[in-house]
């Protein structure tokens, strides 16, 4: 019985043995043309495997600095407008200093500020910015906030009566949506 499992473990060889079978190397005879065709193939294969290393690496480093880029873009993306805006700011800094002296009159002082609203608004019809129409208009909820309803047996039901806050649209797009005063039917 036991030669019978010897000659059992004989036949079939240890995994060990298959392994090494598999590993052996085999001669192949190969003419010559053929076998410099193949080196060249090997020669292109490893030249194309060494140029797509180097585009990752080159589109790694391209993603790198455009990532950067967008940064230093949206870190200095309103600079413009806070150029514009420190105007406004000097204005008003010059009309307080002359309100605090006492060197001008009230109505100087009203109409310098009018004149920086002027200016302000100017500056943020140049940005793309301009404000949305409300009074007497009918009331829209894209655009509109109703802050209060009154009563109205005079004008049409949703028509805004009275503008609380302004709201303003930046390119088209609404930026802050007007608070308003809606009319609406006695009952």
């Keep these: 019985m036991k030669n019978m499992e010897e000659h059992k ?37 490893k030249d194309g495997y060494d140029k797509m290393l180097r585009n990752q690496a080159d589109l790694e480093n391209t993603r790198k600095r455009l990532d950067r880029e967008k940064q230093e873009f949206v870190k200095f993306a309103n600079e413009g407008l806070i150029l514009d805006l420190l105007n406004v700011l000097d204005d008003l800094e010059r009309t307080v200093d002359l309100a605090q002296t006492g060197k001008e009159d009230l109505s100087a002082f009203v109409k310098g500020v009018e004149m920086i609203l002027a200016h302000l608004y100017e500056m943020l019809k140049n940005h793309g910015v301009k404000p949305i129409e409300a009074e007497g ?29 302004k709201g303003y649209l930046i390119h088209g797009r609404i930026l802050r949506t007007a608070k308003v005063k809606v009319s609406k039917k006695s009952m």
């Design 9 to 45: 473990n004989n036949q079939k060889g240890t995994p060990e043995d298959t392994h090494n079978q598999k590993k052996e190397e085999k001669v192949v005879t190969l003419i010559e043309g053929e076998y410099l065709a193949l080196l060249e193939e090997v020669k292109k294969g």
């Design 137 to 165: 208009k009918i009331f829209d909820p894209n655009f509109h906030e109703a802050l209060m309803q009154v009563e109205n047996k005079e004008l049409p039901e949703h028509t805004i009566i009275e503008v609380l806050q």
